[in-house]
């Protein structure tokens, strides 16, 4: 992309959901990629644009983690680069992006249920797993990941 132009700023859930039906829900309606964090009053969604042109999301939103009672925990999900645009530090612009709003929030940990064939991009990006590799129907095969904030 030599000539390209990234750029990354916060969008509506609106905007995010085609990218996530069309990364992460493929084959299922648009619906499938509404999530009920949504609604949450503090959720953040974070978008990248190639040439003023929507190719990748990220959404964060304070949410405990599994067995945790810490408040100050935030939670990432629908994280998604459009496949045509991977591999080209668009995803670590993204989670940057979210990692820093969670700081600036005072969360202290972000959290997310991780893609196993992704798993590096997440280790890359400083989250540890925690615990076992569990199965999500529809997504497949997961761990639990998460990473401190200062
Ligand atoms: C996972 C995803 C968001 C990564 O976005 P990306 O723009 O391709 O990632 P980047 O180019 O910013 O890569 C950042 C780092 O992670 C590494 N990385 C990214 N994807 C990787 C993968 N699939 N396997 C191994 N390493 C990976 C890169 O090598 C890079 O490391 P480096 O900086 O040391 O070279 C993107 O591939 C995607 O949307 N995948 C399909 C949907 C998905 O699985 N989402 C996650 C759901 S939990």
Request: charged share 15%.
């Amino acid at each position: 992309m030599p000539e390209s132009t990234i750029t990354l700023h916060q969008i509506t859930a609106a905007e995010a959901i085609p990218i996530r039906a069309e990364v992460l829900r493929s084959g299922l309606p648009l619906s499938a990629a509404s999530y009920i964090c949504d609604e949450h009053p503090a959720v953040y969604h974070a978008g990248a644009y190639v040439d003023g042109k929507l190719i990748g999301v990220a959404t964060v939103f304070p949410d405990l983690p599994p067995k945790s009672e810490n408040e100050l925990a935030w939670r990432l999900r629908g994280m998604a680069v459009c496949d045509n645009f991977r591999g080209l530090g668009i995803g670590r612009l993204l989670l940057g992006n979210c990692i820093e709003h969670v700081g600036e929030m005072g969360g202290n940990l972000l959290w997310c249920n991780a893609r196993t064939p992704v798993l590096e991009f997440y280790s890359v990006m400083g989250f540890h797993p925690v615990g076992d590799e569990f199965m999500i129907p529809v997504s497949g095969p997961h761990y639990l990941m998460s990473r401190k904030i200062s």
